[in-house]
C-alpha cells in the first residue's frame, strides 16, 4: 500500500519530531529535498505551538487575544514604517 503525499510528509515530520531522524538523510532515503521536509517540520511546530498557546475558553478571551494581536500587529506596522524612513534617509545621505 502506498503512501499519499500527505501521509508521507506525516511520516516524515513524525520521523524528524518523534524520532530525532535529520531531514538531510530522510531526504536522500525518500528522494525529496531536505529543505522541504525541515519547511514541514517548521511548519508542524508551528501548528503545534498555536494549538496549545490558544487554549481559549470563552469568546470573551478569545475577543481579547484578537484585540491584543491587532495592537500587537499596528506597533510591528508603525515600527517598520519609522524603519522604512530611516532607511530612505540614510540611503540620501550616502549618495
Known amino acids: 500500500m502506498a503512501l499519499t503525499s500527505k501521509e508521507m510528509r506525516e511520516y516524515l515530520v513524525k520521523l524528524v ?8 538523510e530522510l531526504g536522500y532515503e525518500h528522494g525529496i ?5 525541515r519547511a514541514w517540520v517548521r511548519t508542524f511546530k508551528k501548528n503545534q505551538e ?5 487554549q481559549l475558553s470563552s469568546s470573551t478571551e478569545l475577543k481579547k487575544r484578537i484585540a491584543e494581536l491587532e495592537k500587537n500587529e499596528k506597533e510591528l506596522k508603525e515600527e517598520n514604517e519609522i524603519l522604512k524612513k530611516a532607511m530612505h534617509v540614510f540611503a540620501k545621505s550616502h549618495t
Open 17 to 24: 519530531v518523534e524520532d530525532g531522524r535529520k531531514a538531510t
Open 50 to 54: 498555536l494549538a496549545s498557546d490558544v
Open 33 to 37: 529535498n531536505p529543505a522541504r521536509i
